[in-house]
């Protein structure tokens, strides 16, 4: 398995541009986040999705869009580049919330996308 | 809203010396995960403690739960060059949908 993937792996965009960072998983996982980490910060969460179709907010979702038409896929969309949005972007996948009352499974993080806003 | 703290946010150690790591919440965890990020890396999972007062060692590091599912430590005995990075924990709420509040992070920087 080559577990998650991201591309690009570097991008420089100026503001107002658009695009999409790609996320595939192959290990069949329901769960998929993004997050986005500022130097010398942790992560925050953008988007989550528990499976195909279904897409929820985090915790600093403006200014990102995401679709979930399949269980790999999981794509990331910047509309209107903004200096503010420069950050390493990471994708990440757990298997499933876990059974109620307990534990949440790993989440397994992809490469990272270093994005730069100018 | 969840927020989760750790302290200290920087630590230089000699080689040899040991490292300690806090993290709290402000709301009581289902549990409690570490993760550690090499410089210029993605975070990789390390453990996950879900039991009240848990304690759990992986070689020379040791995790512990608070009692009250609010805090937590990461304790690595006799630090090595390999232990550089960012230890990260990350806390679940008790309810809700499954996402993981990280804390800010503890970057490690071991001197030979």
């Known amino acids: 398995n080559a577990g998650v993937t991201q591309t690009p792996k570097f991008r420089i965009l100026k503001i107002g541009q658009s695009m999409t960072l790609q996320c595939t998983q192959d290990m069949n996982h329901n769960y998929m986040y993004w997050y986005r980490q500022d130097p010398g910060m942790g992560l925050k969460l953008i988007y989550y999705?528990?499976?195909?179709?279904?897409?929820d907010k985090g915790e600093v979702p403006n200014g990102y869009n995401v679709s979930r038409s399949t269980t790999e896929d999981f794509p990331l969309r910047l509309e209107l580049a903004a200096p503010s949005q420069t950050s390493v972007y990471f994708c990440a996948s757990s298997p499933n919330e876990g059974l109620a009352g307990g534990p949440p499974d790993t989440q397994y993080f992809g490469p990272g996308t270093r994005l730069t806003v100018l | 809203g969840q927020q989760v703290m750790q302290i200290p946010q920087y630590q230089h150690v000699q080689e040899g010396e040991d490292f300690t790591t806090y993290c709290n919440s402000s709301?009581?965890?289902?549990?409690i995960q570490w993760y550690k990020q090499r410089p210029g890396g993605h975070p990789v999972f390390l453990i996950q403690l879900v039991k009240s007062g848990e304690v759990k060692k992986q070689k020379r590091l040791t995790f512990q739960f608070g009692e009250a599912k609010k805090n937590s430590s990461l304790h690595i005995t006799a630090t090595q060059t390999t232990d550089v990075g960012t230890y990260f924990c990350a806390g679940k709420r008790r309810t809700g949908a499954n996402n993981l509040f990280f804390g800010t992070g503890t970057r490690l920087t071991v001197i030979p």
């Open positions: 999705s528990v499976g195909a179709g279904i897409t």
């Open positions: 709301t009581t965890l289902s549990n």
